[in-house]
């Protein structure tokens, strides 16, 4: 359930959760790090009446954003 999704909790084997970003009625979304093949990208899970998705767009990763 959404209520278990914590920071450091794994979902679907692949995205680790780092903190919630946003929760309405209908969705919730984290940030989260996929960990596919050892790239740690970060990105946003979202959570659809239950069923994960993963946003096509990725977060910039934190490096780039301190050289801004």
């Not at 920071?7 to 984290?30: D, W, Y």
């Not at 910039?60 to 801004?68: G, H, I, L, T």
């Amino acid at each position: 359930s959404i209520f278990d999704l914590q920071p450091g909790r794994t979902v679907l084997e692949r995205f680790r959760i780092v903190k919630p970003l946003r929760q309405s009625g209908l969705s919730a979304a984290f940030e989260a790090v996929d960990e596919r093949d050892g790239a740690q990208a970060r990105c946003t899970l979202v959570v659809f009446s239950g069923e994960f998705v993963v946003l096509a767009s990725r977060l910039p990763n934190k490096d780039s954003e301190r050289s801004m």
